[in-house]
């Protein structure tokens, strides 16, 4: 989980880790006045990040990337960490939920619409009692003036949250927590979808499908328009790209 003991997927960190030891240690990491951000790498990330550089950086500055995506495990897996298993973002956070309730650590969410980020909270506290949400806030889906930027970094700090879980979606949380790292002196969870899962909005996948990495498939089915490019172009090029790199690193 350490910087140095990370690998390279077709250019993108990613840290060998498992549930247990990263909310262990973004539970440290909370009590630190230091701004810190956490990645939950699937293809979509990474195709992201192989096609631009600049984004390709925002991940490899991260404090942690966790393997989100079932490819990801096995491409792990095919460079070594023989056992390697899933840290899947939505249940990540329900590790770190239930880690912050018990220490009694404040937290805080940003993103989502304001229904699902309600209901979200709501199916929180009623499986966590003890959880302390500090903040709490969906944000406008455009452009932020720098005035309404500074109002909200004001609002989460006098919040007195320690965990910041910001459900922006790929690319645009990973590129939010870059650009405030400095300004939130505490530890921000990029987590997409989790806020619809969480909060029942949007059905998940089964287990099966998770497990044998059709997770995607049962994605796109449910929202076929939104999700063409990502699946039907990106998957490909990120097998085809993966295979090339495992290639290339049995011969070397």
Known sequence: ML?????????????????????????????????????????????????????????????????????????????????????????????????ASEEQVPVGFYGGHPGTLQRMVIALQTSFPQLKVAYQYSPPFRSLTSEEDDAIVNNIMASGARILFVGLGCPKQERWMFAHREKLTLVMLGIGAAFDFIGGTKPQSPEWMQRIGLEWLFRFFQEPGRLRRRYLYQNPRFVWFIIRQLLGSKRS
């Open 3 to 99: 910087k140095d003991h990370t690998y390279q997927i077709l250019g993108s960190r990613v840290d060998p880790t498992s549930y247990s030891e990263a909310a262990a240690q973004i539970l440290v990491w909370s009590s630190e006045l230091t701004g810190r951000y956490v990645c939950a790498a699937n293809v979509h990330m990474v195709m992201e990040a192989f096609d631009s550089p600049d984004f390709a950086s925002i991940i490899n500055q991260a404090d942690l990337v966790t393997p989100d995506g079932m490819p990801l495990v096995w491409s792990l897996r095919a460079l070594g960490v023989h056992h390697q298993q899933r840290v899947y973002g939505p249940d990540l956070t329900l590790h770190v939920v239930k880690a």
